[in-house]
C-alpha cells in the first residue's frame, strides 16, 4: 500500500507545472546577496540550520521557494525573505544554485551500514521504499519529478526535515504525502543514520 502511495506521489508531482523551473542563472546571480549570509556565496551554507542548496534541482528549490513565500511551507529563518520577489526572479536564483557545485563531508563510520542499507533498500520488515528509488543511487535526485538531490546535506539539516514530515510538521509533499508516510515509522537511530549516510554521499 505504502508503495502505490509513493507511485501516485511520483505520478502528481510529475504533472505539477507551476514549479517548472525556466530560469536564467546569470541573472539570478546578483539576486542571490540576500541569500549569502546563511547560504554562503555559492549555496554551501555555513551550518547546518541552513540547508546547502549548492547544486539542487532548480524545480525543487523554485517550488520550495514558492512554498515557503506562499506560507505552504514553514520556514521561521526565511521568514519575509523572499517577499520582494516575483516569480521569474524565484526561476532565476534557482537556476544559478542547480549550478553550482555541492561540498560534500563524510559519513560517520559508525553509521554508514546502517545509513547505507535504508537509502539503497528500505526497510522491508517496515514496508519502507528504498530512498534512492526517488533521490537516485548517487543521492542527486530528479530534477523533472521535483525530488531533490540529498548527497553533502548536512545530517542535522536532514535530520531535521525528516523528523518535520514524521511529525506532520512539514507537510508540503504533495497530496500523496509521500514523505510524511515514508518516515512515519522511521526511529531516530535511523534517521540520523541515512542522514549520516547522505552528507559523504558521492
Known sequence: ???????????????????????????????????????????NSIAAAFPNIAGQNAQYLLKQMQDIKSNARSAPLMTGMLTAFNDQQLEDIAAYYSQQKTNRGNADPALVELGESIYRSGIKRKKIAACSSCHSPTGSGNGPAGFPALSGQWPGYTEAQLKAFRAGERTNDGDSSMMQITTLDLSDPEIAAVSSYLYGLH
Open 1 to 43: 500500500m505504502r508503495l502505490l502511495h509513493l507511485l501516485a506521489g511520483t505520478l502528481v508531482i510529475l504533472s505539477i507545472g507551476e514549479a517548472s523551473a525556466k530560469g536564467d542563472a546569470e541573472r539570478g546571480q546578483p539576486l542571490t546577496a540576500l541569500c549569502m549570509a546563511c547560504h554562503g556565496p555559492d549555496g
